[in-house]
């Protein structure tokens, strides 16, 4: 069942920045590709504390420890304080990827034309899983052991929960009018942070009423989908 998401709680507008690729949070700080670099915002004070020159067009994850970045065909590993790459791995279906997130030991990362999630082995770079979408995949997020995504196309966007072993739709809300979604990631309060694909800004909204199931943790039981499966 479809249902309009809710409106942006805050938007945090961003200075020289002309467009924000992938976003996550290590808990403090939102990082956010713009592009040529990696950054670092406190969504406190809505300013940025650290902003890496790493190449960082799409897809960007924490595991905790690491910042995964999407770049171009490459999958880098960096370490958050340095911005040094710590090692790359070539990332599934090369270039044209979008949004990523980490969860269950994975790399969940999004391909925007082939309208594909890949589930990926962050050590080996090996494809666990295939999911297929009918729209365009934008961001990546995992919330109270539900995979989310965005969509994105001239249409505008859509955030969905899906089922992690078979890309079925769970849910799904309509992003406002005139919204385009890159990266989401969960804030693990019950909100979404939000890259807007158009501008240098960066928004947060509550997850849609009646669209998020009680918090319990995910099931991956199962074989992966068939990679030739479209």
């Known amino acids: 069942m479809s249902q309009d998401c809710t409106e942006a709680l805050r938007i945090y507008r961003l200075k020289d920045i002309d467009v924000v690729h992938g976003v996550t949070f290590d808990g403090n700080r939102v990082w956010f590709a713009s ?63 979008s949004g990523m997130a980490w969860a269950e030991g994975s790399l969940w990362i999004g391909h925007y034309a082939e309208r594909r999630i890949y589930e990926v082995d962050p050590a080996s770079g090996e494809v666990r899983r295939i999911l297929s979408s009918d729209r365009c995949v ?4 995992w919330a109270m052991g539900e995979l989310w995504h965005a969509t994105g196309d001239p249409e505008g966007s859509d955030l969905r929960r899906i089922d992690p072993r078979s890309g079925a739709i769970l849910g799904k809300a309509i992003a406002p009018a005139g919204t385009h979604i890159s990266g989401i990631e969960f804030d693990g309060k019950g909100q979404f942070y939000f890259g807007f694909a158009d501008k240098g800004a960066i928004g947060l909204m509550a997850i849609p009423e009646g669209a998020a199931p009680a918090r319990h943790t995910a099931d991956l039981s199962g074989p992966p989908l068939d990679p030739d499966v479209t």
């Open 35 to 97: 592009g040529s670099h990696l950054n670092a915002l406190d969504p406190g004070t809505g300013h940025i504390q650290v902003s890496h020159a790493v190449p960082a067009n799409a897809g960007t994850a924490f595991d905790g420890t690491h910042i995964y970045q999407l770049s171009g065909p490459e999958i880098l590993k960096i370490e958050p304080v340095s911005g040094e790459v710590i090692h790359g791995l070539h990332a599934p279906a090369g270039a044209g990827h």
């Open 138 to 141: 934008t961001g990546v997020s």
